[in-house]
């Protein structure tokens, strides 16, 4: 079956109905007979995200693998109205045009990428199509659209009636900076294990609330807003991606580890490389989410309002993230 057939909405029970009936089936189900270490799989995903990480993980009982579970779990934020900055009602630039970039990474170092794209929403999905069905490993705008239109993806209008209301009343402000988001949703990054012990990620966005049109940040950039080492573990990165670009954040945090710093550590010192440029509190949010294969987590932001979302052994937990300031 291909992986955006009808999915069975009683699957994941009363959050699976908010996934488009046009997106997954598994692709990649693991041979549990080949399965060579005892792994428990575990999902961590950026901000407070109970469905999308319980959707993931009822995904990696299932035997599905890491890549497919981690693109099926941000979907439901991709779907989710109540989430402005991810996918469908998502936050739109200075002009009025949804614009959404995301990235996915597997075990084998395998990515794809898709920036700056209108009118689709699981762009996840489509960075998954991106690396497993192209040369390439980034689309971009107009033909990134075109390549989601030939797989069977459907065009849509993503900027909802209370986003457009909520853009017109900043557009009264005439203040054309972007507006940053310090303390609610902002990017989702979801990492993965699944039974094979093998780690993989996603991250997806709409970007800065009002930027100017064609901006992207670091969210589809890999090493910048994802980035995975099977052999060491993975980092994700949400907040205001110019920073988190400027010191490559994910991909740093990643190195950090293999030298043998925990991810609680690296997390800390990739959030001190941003700031050892700045005097005094900078008025942007940067925030990091790491794991290493061990399972050990680490987070950490430059201001205070981030929280992760942690599934292991069938239970949520979301915890709030240390800060500097």
């Not at 075109?146 to 557009?171: C, R, V």
């Not at 780690?199 to 994802?226: E, F, H, N, Q, W």
Request: net charge negative; hydrophobic share 35%.
């Amino acid at each position: 079956m291909k992986r955006r057939s009808f999915i069975n909405q009683n699957s994941f029970g009363l959050a699976g109905a908010l996934i488009s009936p046009k997106i997954f089936e598994y692709s990649k189900i693991i041979d549990t007979s080949k399965i060579i270490q005892n792994t428990t799989p575990f999902v961590l995903s950026t901000w407070n995200v109970p469905e999308s990480t319980q959707i993931a993980a009822d995904a990696l009982e299932k035997g599905v693998s890491a890549l497919d579970a981690a693109v099926l779990g941000v979907a439901y934020e991709e779907k989710n109205l109540k989430n402005n900055s991810v996918g469908n009602g998502g936050a739109p630039d200075r002009d009025g045009n949804v614009t959404l970039d995301a990235c996915v990474m597997d075990h084998n170092g395998n990515c794809g990428a898709v920036l700056a794209v209108e009118n689709i929403m699981h762009v996840a999905a489509l960075a998954q199509d991106v690396m497993e069905k192209t040369p390439h490993v980034i689309l971009a705008g107009e033909g990134a659209k075109k390549f989601a239109i030939e797989q069977g993806f459907t065009p849509e209008d993503l900027l909802t009636e209370s986003s457009k209301k909520a853009w017109k009343e900043w557009l009264k402000k005439g203040d054309y900076h972007p507006e940053i988001n310090v303390e609610n949703h902002d990017t989702i990054g979801m990492l993965c294990i699944d039974k094979q012990g093998n780690l993989s990620g996603a991250c997806t966005t709409s970007g800065l609330a009002y930027k100017m049109y064609g901006r992207v940040g670091d969210s589809p950039i890999i090493g910048s807003g994802l980035y995975i080492d099977n052999n060491v573990g993975g980092a994700v990165a949400t907040g205001l991606g110019e920073e988190v670009i400027k010191t490559v954040g994910s991909f740093l945090i990643v190195e950090l580890m293999r030298q043998g710093r925990s991810p609680q550590e690296a997390c800390e010192e990739a959030i001190n490389r941003i700031l050892e440029k700045h005097e005094g509190k900078p008025d942007f949010q940067v925030a990091y989410l790491a794991t290493n294969k061990k399972g050990d987590i680490g987070a950490y932001s430059v201001v205070s309002g981030f929280s992760y979302t942690h599934n292991k052994n069938k239970i949520n937990q979301n915890t709030n993230s240390n800060s500097v300031y």
